[in-house]
């Protein structure tokens, strides 16, 4: 069963709208991150969280709000989107372990168009 | 700053050939950094492929291999007979060992694996 999910799957929006995009984890992991993938970028980080109730900026906070209310919910908020949003968002989950390893899980990805 | 730069893609190659996608990092303000593999198939999410949190180890997993070699600062993805439904996106990522319970990675660009049949 997926530890990470994600919704919608698939969005289109208008410019100047609101969107928001959710991702649960059943990991019970106290990170999560969200990031969006473009060709040529790769994957680039958005906003990211401790716990609940954290959120911190990623490399490319801006135009992005998110919201961690609580262990398994963690939203990306895009308060007035632009077609330059339109992207792959992923969300993660991440867990170090007691060596300091760390991974990270990963949902299926949400594909946004903003029109 | 800390980086990894990753073979650019789109890397092609046909079904049964050997295949190598390099991979370079910097880790200036990271002593013993953990180095990663992970892959993206189509309509999927990321998922980890291969780990080695230790200097000189190999890694491996679905017949892929990656040495962490501190010399060369390098992590490179090697197969000896891909099959095509390795076709996919390849992330390299490194980690830092050494900060508190923050899981963030770096990331590379991503290589594009197309193995034809």
């Known amino acids: 069963e997926a530890a990470v999910t994600q919704s919608p799957r698939n969005k289109v929006a208008v410019t100047g709208g609101k969107v928001t995009l959710s991702c649960n984890q059943t990991n019970n992991h106290n990170n999560m991150y969200w990031y969006r993938q473009d060709t040529g970028h790769g994957l680039r980080l958005i906003h990211y969280?401790?716990?609940?109730?954290?959120?911190e900026k990623g490399d490319i906070p801006d135009g992005y709000k998110a919201s961690r209310p609580s262990q398994e919910n963690f939203s990306l908020i895009l308060e007035l989107a632009t077609p330059s949003q339109t992207s792959v968002y992923f969300c993660?989950?991440?867990?170090?372990?007691?060596?300091?390893?760390?991974?990270?899980?990963f949902g299926p990805g949400t594909r946004l168009t903003v029109l | 700053g800390d980086s990894v730069t990753q073979t650019e893609g789109p890397v092609t190659v046909s079904e049964s050939e050997s295949l190598i996608i390099n991979c370079t990092y910097s880790?200036?303000?990271?002593?013993?950094?953990?180095l990663f593999w992970y892959v993206r198939y189509p309509g999927e999410g990321l998922q980890l492929l291969l780990k080695?949190?230790?200097a000189g180890q190999k890694g491996s997993s679905r017949g892929f291999e990656a040495t962490y070699n501190k010399e060369t600062t390098s992590f490179h993805l090697q197969k000896a007979s891909v099959q095509e439904s390795d076709s996919a996106v390849y992330y390299c990522a490194l980690g830092d060992p050494n900060v508190g319970d923050n899981s963030k990675l770096i990331w590379g660009l991503g290589t594009s694996l197309v193995v034809n049949p």
């Open positions: 080695v949190i230790t």
């Open positions: 993660a989950s991440g867990v170090r372990d007691w060596g300091g390893y760390a991974e990270q899980f």
């Open positions: 969280s401790y716990g609940a109730g954290s959120t």
């Open positions: 880790a200036t303000s990271i002593a013993y950094p953990n």
